[in-house]
């Protein structure tokens, strides 16, 4: 069937915009309707709440809320949420807490938290000209006319750090930027700097025109392309680690303490050297870094964009984690760039997000950098030790039997003949469907 385009579909009320999806797409199957129906909240403000972080919004997408305790780090012992639905995220989590609870936990440090974002033009004039005038005349000026817009940052410590003049005229015909950083303190701060950032453009624009060392015509070729900015910020970065003796690192899957080193220390070497590799080991650290992220209302496409830009930093991706094995002390550790927030955006306004903060101790923007790469450290850990010694489909299909079962209407007895039949078995599809068989014709 051919579909029409509607008009105004924002402007119609929910239960239009319901109607007019069931009439169109679903064949006018109303128990669509119900689907929508079940996930709604019956508390009118916390629906009403959750309407409006959106727009058009017609139903609630639940994802599951996990608790993953026993992280020791820098010396506080903290339960995790995570919001993820993949079903061995969260459990091999707690598992890799468990593990390095009693080997000294996880440490981090911050290295540095600059953010940055850029005005990108094209101006036709001698870059060593426009140099000369962003030195003596422009910075002074971008800077004196966001004061208003950096006031309240400054007064909690942070503002814009720095601009300069980047010239990209090599690369792409009178292309330049203005090239920003700032500390934006406790907040992710994409309003602020994007503010800041908007306002240099206008003040360029100004200047420009008024300055007298360019042409008419130098003048006329300004364009101010965008102002945003930039999600890649491998200067707002924080380092995890975690180390022991090999001695001390007595894995339960039977191989010795020194094989396993030596096979965990290759599989990081494999996913540093090797694209394929590092793009599904950097996956799997970022199950945990996103299942935190979104626990803590922040913005896991920006974290994933910026924690990718940053593994391919040297031409080639790979592995956000290393390893050595050196003087008999396993070491394992992540640098990860991220910028995140504790305060502004959904973290004063979704209750689960307050929750998640307030369990974890209402953390700085920093702390929450610490507990993030902690989270995908701990993540990658726990899929490695899998991987380097029995595969990961014996943990992972055991979490996601109860998928399976489910896709089946089994009820709560024939799942718990299942959690014992497995016990000592690797979960498959083809078997669960079997012994349910079986199990229903008895
Ligand atoms: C699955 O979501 C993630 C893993 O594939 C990560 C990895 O292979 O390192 C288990």
């Known amino acids: 069937m051919q579909h029409q385009p509607v008009e105004g579909f924002s402007k119609l009320t929910k239960q239009r915009k319901i109607d007019w999806l069931i009439s169109e797409y ?30 058009n919004t017609i139903s609630n997408f639940y994802m599951p809320y996990g608790i993953a305790p026993n992280f020791l780090i820098d010396g506080k012992l903290l339960a995790l949420p995570m919001a993820v639905e993949e079903s061995s995220v969260v459990a091999a989590a707690s598992k890799a807490a468990k593990f390095w609870l009693d080997k000294g936990g996880f440490k981090t440090t911050i290295i540095n938290t600059e953010k940055l974002g850029h005005t990108h033009f094209i101006l036709n004039v001698e870059p060593h000209q426009l140099l000369h005038f962003f030195n003596f005349k422009l910075k ?14 400054r007064k909690r410590g942070g503002g814009i750090l720095d601009i300069k003049l980047i010239d990209k005229t090599s690369e792409l015909k009178n292309y330049f930027q203005l090239k920003a950083s700032f500390d934006t303190v406790d907040s992710m ?15 360029l624009k100004d200047e420009v025109a008024k300055e007298e060392s360019f042409s008419q ?64 080991h950097n996956k799997g650290i970022m199950n945990g870094v996103d299942a935190v992220v979104i626990a803590t209302g922040n913005d896991f496409r920006a ?71 902690v989270s995908g450290l701990a993540q990658n850990f726990g ?14 299909m055991k979490m996601h039997l109860f998928n399976i079962l489910n896709q089946f209407g089994a009820t709560e007895e024939e799942k718990q003949h299942f959690v014992t039949y497995f016990k000592d078995k690797t979960v498959s599809h083809h078997e669960v469907i079997a012994e349910l068989e079986k199990l229903r014709n008895k």
């Open 140 to 153: 002074k000026k971008l800077l004196e006319a966001t004061e208003d817009i950096t006031a309240n940052m």
């Open 303 to 373: 974290t994933e964009a910026c924690a990718h830009a940053y593994a391919a930093r040297s031409g080639q991706y790979a592995s956000l984690t290393h390893c050595t094995t050196d003087n008999g002390i396993f070491r394992f550790w992540i640098d990860l760039p991220i910028s995140v927030g504790v305060v502004g955006g959904l973290t004063n306004l979704h209750p689960l997000v307050k929750f998640s903060l307030a369990l974890l101790g209402k953390p700085s923007a920093q702390e929450l950098m610490s507990i993030l790469a």
């Open 26 to 55: 679903l064949s006018n199957d109303r128990s669509y309707e119900q689907i929508l129906q079940q996930y709604w909240n019956n508390d009118h403000d916390l629906q009403k709440l959750h309407d409006e972080f959106s727009e």
């Open 383 to 396: 899929a490695l030790r899998s991987l380097v010694t029995t595969g990961i489909q014996k943990g992972h």
């Open 189 to 203: 701060g994409a309003n602020f700097i994007n503010s800041c950032l908007e306002q240099f453009g206008k003040t």
């Open 217 to 280: 015509e130098e003048k006329e070729s300004l364009q101010i392309v965008m102002n945003i900015l930039s999600n890649y910020t491998p200067d707002c970065i924080v380092r995890a680690e975690v180390s022991c003796p090999i001695d001390d690192l007595k894995d339960d899957s039977g191989i010795s303490n020194e094989e396993f080193a030596w096979k965990f220390k290759q599989a990081v070497t494999i996913a540093e050297i090797e694209p394929y590799r590092a793009t599904t």
